[in-house]
């Protein structure tokens, strides 16, 4: 009898046995076929997450930051021990025990998995398996994954640590409002660092991961309480908190940036502006725009926020007076149904939600507000962020030709902003406003170093994000007279070289082109000096003909005008387009005597570890490596900039330029403590106004015109309407950063000349007509001799007889690129040459 029962036995438990073996292979060789395709975990030791990539001012403020996904990488070592303690409570309290799954837990997921009939899938996953799967795999539910993410988990943990791998997870995961990591996200909550948050906020930031869209601290608020107290209690019963602070925590609201209880980080950033967005235009060509979106640059801007605020008040003060001068109302162009007016919740509602520019500020914020009711005398407002109603008064609209009835419907959007006393900052009265149709740029740097300390691209970056000092490409006009007369300087003409200003004409392909002078009149043989102040266009065609079409085009091209210039006697008076930025780069060589700079918004950028991979200034400290130096010497900066034209052209170029402001084209409109230069431009039909100038250490430059462009009106001019914007930015600019009187180079000789004939004077002569123009050395000045161009002169021209004999002589002359040119012979006042100059 016992023989048959250990026989059965026997049986069964060879059975159990090879049962065992079998399922033993059978998971072996699953295991196996699965794990050879696997996807190295190597990867994850030089894992380098999307991080954001900020902008800070010089003085280290955050001004901006962009990124694909919002997160802020914390090494392990600074994140507190409660954050990783509510973590593991909510996402794997065995975390330390295990070995990167926990059977468990799977075997506990399956159990409720049958119970429920699958109505209950609840996730078994370890933190290790959620870093295998947010890194490695795809977020789908089979088993075919999951044993992948089994394989993978138990390989990471022999070779990483706990610490590393809980710091892979708490700087990867989405915690919902496109904040990854908790670093991110308890900013974007609770706008507070990790060592800042009590155990309840960490507790709900905790419970986010496996829901974060379900769990809004409003729209779910019951719901994200549930979760956050849940994950207290699991804290608590860790050991991680005592009972009274378990208590404590369960028992307090949520409060939250969401709910508007706490104010978020983005308060204390400035709006986007212009200025870091070129950033993040130039960086993302740079770089890439992986790079830079998600590769954690800490980049320092050169911006000056204080000079940027002027800047920006300049323009816009420009552009609005100009606009209220046509007196025509358009308003946003945005409106709300006036059913929603009749009560103040729901036309908040409607207003917030209407895309108007929130990002003006002149004088006093510009607010959206929406029209409730029109009477004859004023018109009553709902404005956002104002409580109760507003009243404008119809003394308001004195500038607009209608009345309240003609120009407003109910339910209008527009701008208003208070109207308040410079005394004591009191209300006035409320005003309307709105955003100018014309448009315009301003930008300001340092002639030594390119550093852009001020850019703005129009009106109101929100209204428009089109930049137009670095994308609007523009004719600028006479504002490119500098570079005709800059090739003429170095090709061995003076600012006393006389040149006819006289009718010509010339065969183009479209037909025979008269160019005029802006006064429609002809001043005769005139000093090259006299041409710059006034602005002669007769004067610069015949110059740009001596000289030569390549020869200028040349020199713009050096000075980064342009890159490749038209080569037709048109571009000489600023036909060809060309940007803002580069003019007033360019505009800063003549300043700094002639040597190249480029413009810079960016001094450094570093990468995420902290390493800089960009710098601007290239120069060398010979001696600041010793720290012994002698008394009274101090360490050597050298530089090895290019030049670009000869110092004393620069100079002459420049002494040239602040005739143009003393008593040229923009001596009514810019009056400054210090020297100044500049040049005014204004395009046919003053499409398009400018003005660049520059002081010894700060260019800055200012255009405006209508973005499809047409006429600014009869009376527009660049000295009038741009004139006025730098003068306003360059006061405020010369008390911060100075000014002086410009460099004059050693080799400069000065001799007093007669600005209106070009006559030398003798040594000590005053007067208002007398200019102590610089010469080369060896440069003798000689009284007389006239240039043309070439062009045919005018009948009634009143000129004198030739000297003959002048006849026959001319001068070689070295340009700064090494090449001869012959100028033409020096003769009495009247004789005519082949050249001509503006």
């Given at each position: 009898?016992?023989?048959?029962?250990?026989?059965?036995?026997?049986?069964?438990?060879?059975?159990?046995?090879?049962?065992?073996?079998?399922?033993?292979?059978?998971?072996?060789?699953?295991?196996?076929?699965?794990?050879?395709?696997?996807?190295?975990?190597?990867?994850?030791?030089?894992?380098?997450?999307?991080?954001?990539?900020?902008?800070?001012?010089?003085?280290?403020?955050?001004?901006?930051?962009?990124?694909?996904?919002?997160?802020?990488?914390?090494p392990a070592e600074e994140i507190p021990d409660l954050v990783k303690q509510a973590f593991i409570s909510a996402e794997d309290k065995n975390f330390y025990q295990h070995s990167g799954y926990d059977v468990r837990g799977m075997v506990v997921a399956f159990y409720d998995a049958v119970r429920t009939r699958g109505e209950n899938l609840r996730g078994a996953?370890?933190?290790?398996?959620?870093?295998?799967?947010?890194?490695?795999?795809?977020?789908?539910?089979?088993?075919?994954?999951?044993?992948?993410?089994?394989?993978?988990?138990?390989?990471?943990?022999?070779?990483?640590?706990?610490?590393?791998?809980?710091?892979?997870?708490?700087?990867?995961?989405?915690?919902?409002?496109?904040?990854?990591?908790?670093?991110?996200?308890?900013?974007?909550?609770?706008?507070?660092?990790?060592?800042?948050?009590?155990?309840?906020?960490?507790?709900?930031?905790?419970?986010?991961?496996?829901?974060?869209?379900?769990?809004?601290?409003?729209?779910?608020?019951?719901?994200?309480?549930?979760?956050?107290?849940?994950?207290?209690?699991?804290?608590?019963?860790?050991?991680?908190?005592?009972?009274?602070?378990?208590?404590?925590?369960?028992?307090?609201?949520?409060?939250?940036?969401?709910?508007?209880?706490?104010?978020?980080?983005?308060?204390?950033?400035?709006?986007?502006?212009?200025?870091?967005?070129?950033?993040?235009?130039?960086?993302?060509?740079?770089?890439?725009?992986?790079?830079?979106?998600?590769?954690?640059?800490?980049?320092?801007?050169?911006?000056?926020?204080?000079?940027?605020?002027?800047?920006?008040?300049?323009?816009?003060?420009?552009?609005?007076?100009?606009?209220?001068?046509?007196?025509?109302?358009?308003?946003?162009?945005?409106?709300?149904?006036?059913?929603?007016?009749?009560?103040?919740?729901?036309?908040?509602?409607?207003?917030?939600?209407?895309?108007?520019?929130?990002?003006?500020?002149?004088?006093?914020?510009?607010?959206?507000?929406?029209?409730?009711?029109?009477?004859?005398?004023?018109?009553?407002?709902?404005?956002?962020?104002?409580?109760?109603?507003?009243?404008?008064?119809?003394?308001?609209?004195?500038?607009?030709?209608?009345?309240?009835?003609?120009?407003?419907?109910?339910?209008?959007?527009?701008?208003?902003?208070?109207?308040?006393?410079?005394?004591?900052?009191?209300?006035?009265?409320?005003?309307?406003?709105?955003?100018?149709?014309?448009?315009?740029?301003?930008?300001?740097?340092?002639?030594?170093?390119?550093?852009?300390?001020?850019?703005?691209?129009?009106f109101s970056y929100q209204d428009s994000v089109f930049n137009r000092a670095t994308q609007a490409l523009r004719q600028p006009g006479s504002a490119f007279k500098p570079f005709v007369f800059a090739a003429a300087l170095d090709s061995g003409y003076t600012p006393a070289s006389i040149i006819v200003d006289a009718p010509i004409e010339i065969n183009t392909?479209?037909?025979?082109?008269?160019?005029?002078?802006?006064?429609?009149?002809?001043?005769?043989?005139?000093?090259?000096?006299?041409?710059?102040?006034?602005?002669?266009?007769?004067?610069?065609?015949?110059?740009?003909?001596?000289?030569?079409?390549?020869?200028?085009?040349?020199?713009?091209?050096?000075?980064?005008?342009?890159?490749?210039?038209?080569?037709?006697?048109?571009?000489?008076?600023?036909?060809?387009?060309?940007?803002?930025?580069?003019?007033?780069?360019?505009?800063?060589?003549?300043?700094?005597?002639?040597?190249?700079?480029?413009?810079?918004?960016?001094?450094?950028?570093?990468?995420?570890?902290?390493?800089?991979?960009?710098?601007?200034?290239?120069?060398?400290?010979?001696?600041?490596?010793?720290?012994?130096?002698?008394?009274?010497?101090?360490?050597?900066?050298?530089?090895?900039?290019?030049?670009?034209?000869?110092?004393?052209?620069?100079?002459?170029?420049?002494?040239?330029?602040?005739?143009?402001?003393?008593?040229?084209?923009?001596?009514?409109?810019?009056?400054?403590?210090?020297?100044?230069?500049?040049?005014?431009?204004?395009?046919?039909?003053?499409?398009?106004?400018?003005?660049?100038?520059?002081?010894?250490?700060?260019?800055?430059?200012?255009?405006?015109?209508?973005?499809?462009?047409?006429?600014?009106?009869?009376?527009?001019?660049?000295?009038?309407?741009?004139?006025?914007?730098?003068?306003?930015?360059?006061?405020?600019?010369?008390?911060?950063?100075?000014?002086?009187?410009?460099?004059?180079?050693?080799?400069?000789?000065?001799?007093?000349?007669?600005?209106?004939?070009?006559?030398?004077?003798?040594?000590?002569?005053?007067?208002?007509?007398?200019?102590?123009?610089?010469?080369?050395?060896?440069?003798?000045?000689?009284?007389?001799?006239?240039?043309?161009?070439?062009?045919?002169?005018?009948?009634?021209?009143?000129?004198?007889?030739?000297?003959?004999?002048?006849?026959?002589?001319?001068?070689?002359?070295?340009?700064?690129?090494?090449?001869?040119?012959?100028?033409?012979?020096?003769?009495?006042?009247?004789?005519?040459?082949?050249?001509?100059?503006?």
């Amino acid at each position: 009898m016992l023989r048959p029962i250990m026989n059965i036995l026997g049986a069964l438990f060879s059975l159990v046995v090879l049962g065992v073996f079998m399922a033993g292979l059978t998971v072996g060789a699953v295991f196996h076929m699965y794990g050879r395709d696997l996807p190295s975990y190597d990867t994850l030791a030089s894992y380098t997450p999307k991080t954001i990539s900020r902008i800070y001012n010089p003085e280290g403020d955050i001004i901006d930051e962009f990124a694909t996904e919002r997160r802020l990488f914390t090494p392990a070592e600074e994140i507190p021990d409660l954050v990783k303690q509510a973590f593991i409570s909510a996402e794997d309290k065995n975390f330390y025990q295990h070995s990167g799954y926990d059977v468990r837990g799977m075997v506990v997921a399956f159990y409720d998995a049958v119970r429920t009939r699958g109505e209950n899938l609840r996730g078994a996953s370890t933190i290790t398996q959620q870093v295998m799967k947010n890194f490695l795999l795809s977020s789908d539910r089979t088993a075919e994954r999951k044993i992948k993410e089994i394989l993978l988990a138990a390989r990471m943990e022999e070779s990483m640590s706990k610490e590393r791998i809980l710091e892979l997870y708490l700087n990867e995961i989405f915690l919902g409002q496109n904040s990854y990591g908790v670093t991110a996200a308890a900013q974007t909550y609770f706008n507070k660092s990790l060592d800042e948050l009590t155990p309840g906020e960490a507790a709900y930031l905790a419970s986010l991961p496996k829901a974060p869209s379900n769990r809004h601290p409003v729209r779910d608020y019951d719901v994200a309480v549930f979760w956050r107290d849940n994950t207290l209690r699991e804290m608590f019963e860790n050991g991680y908190i005592d009972e009274q602070t378990y208590r404590a925590e369960v028992a307090l609201p949520l409060r939250t940036v969401q709910s508007g209880d706490i104010p978020s980080f983005r308060s204390d950033l400035p709006p986007r502006d212009y200025f870091t967005d070129e950033i993040r235009r130039q960086l993302s060509l740079e770089f890439g725009e992986e790079e830079f979106f998600s590769g954690g640059l800490a980049i320092r801007a050169t911006i000056d926020p204080e000079m940027q605020e002027v800047a920006t008040e300049s323009l816009r003060i420009a552009l609005e007076s100009y606009d209220r001068s046509l007196g025509r109302w358009r308003g946003t162009g945005e409106s709300i149904d006036p059913a929603l007016l009749e009560t103040e919740a729901a036309w908040r509602v409607a207003l917030a939600e209407v895309d108007v520019a929130r990002d003006i500020v002149l004088e006093n914020p510009w607010l959206p507000a929406v029209v409730i009711e029109r009477q004859e005398g004023q018109m009553i407002l709902g404005v956002e962020g104002v409580e109760g109603r507003v009243s404008v008064p119809r003394e308001d609209i004195s500038w607009l030709p209608g009345d309240f009835f003609a120009e407003f419907e109910v339910g209008d959007v527009v701008h208003v902003r208070q109207m308040t006393s410079d005394s004591d900052g009191s209300l006035i009265r409320w005003t309307l406003r709105q955003v100018p149709q014309v448009q315009g740029a301003f930008m300001a740097m340092d002639v030594n170093t390119g550093r852009v300390i001020a850019m703005q691209g129009g009106f109101s970056y929100q209204d428009s994000v089109f930049n137009r000092a670095t994308q609007a490409l523009r004719q600028p006009g006479s504002a490119f007279k500098p570079f005709v007369f800059a090739a003429a300087l170095d090709s061995g003409y003076t600012p006393a070289s006389i040149i006819v200003d006289a009718p010509i004409e010339i065969n183009t392909p479209q037909g025979l082109w008269r160019p005029q002078n802006a006064s429609n009149q002809f001043y005769g043989p005139t000093p090259m000096r006299t041409g710059v102040e006034q602005s002669r266009n007769l004067m610069t065609i015949r110059l740009a003909q001596e000289i030569g079409m390549d020869t200028v085009a040349r020199y713009a091209e050096r000075f980064g005008v342009y890159d490749n210039m038209s080569r037709v006697l048109s571009t000489a008076l600023g036909a060809d387009e060309t940007t803002l930025f580069r003019m007033v780069a360019a505009y800063a060589m003549f300043a700094n005597g002639g040597e190249r700079v480029e413009p810079t918004l960016v001094d450094r950028v570093q990468d995420r570890y902290g390493r800089t991979v960009y710098r601007h200034d290239q120069r060398t400290c010979v001696d600041c490596s010793v720290a012994d130096l002698p008394e009274g010497q101090a360490p050597r900066i050298t530089s090895s900039r290019e030049r670009v034209i000869n110092p004393i052209t620069a100079y002459q170029l420049v002494s040239m330029l602040e005739g143009v402001v003393e008593r040229g084209t923009a001596a009514r409109t810019v009056n400054l403590p210090v020297p100044v230069a500049g040049k005014t431009g204004t395009t046919n039909d003053a499409k398009d106004v400018w003005f660049v100038g520059f002081s010894s250490n700060i260019v800055a430059g200012c255009y405006i015109g209508y973005d499809t462009p047409r006429s600014l009106g009869s009376g527009a001019s660049g000295g009038g309407i741009c004139g006025p914007v730098f003068n306003r930015f360059m006061a405020e600019a010369i008390g911060r950063y100075g000014g002086g009187e410009f460099v004059v180079p050693e080799d400069c000789q000065f001799i007093p000349i007669d600005r209106f004939s070009g006559a030398r004077l003798p040594a000590g002569a005053s007067g208002g007509n007398v200019v102590n123009e610089c010469f080369r050395p060896g440069e003798e000045p000689i009284f007389g001799i006239t240039f043309d161009g070439g062009f045919a002169m005018a009948g009634d021209l009143p000129l004198v007889d030739e000297v003959s004999a002048a006849r026959g002589v001319s001068t070689t002359v070295t340009t700064s690129t090494g090449r001869n040119v012959e100028v033409g012979p020096r003769a009495s006042f009247g004789t005519l040459s082949s050249g001509g100059l503006y």
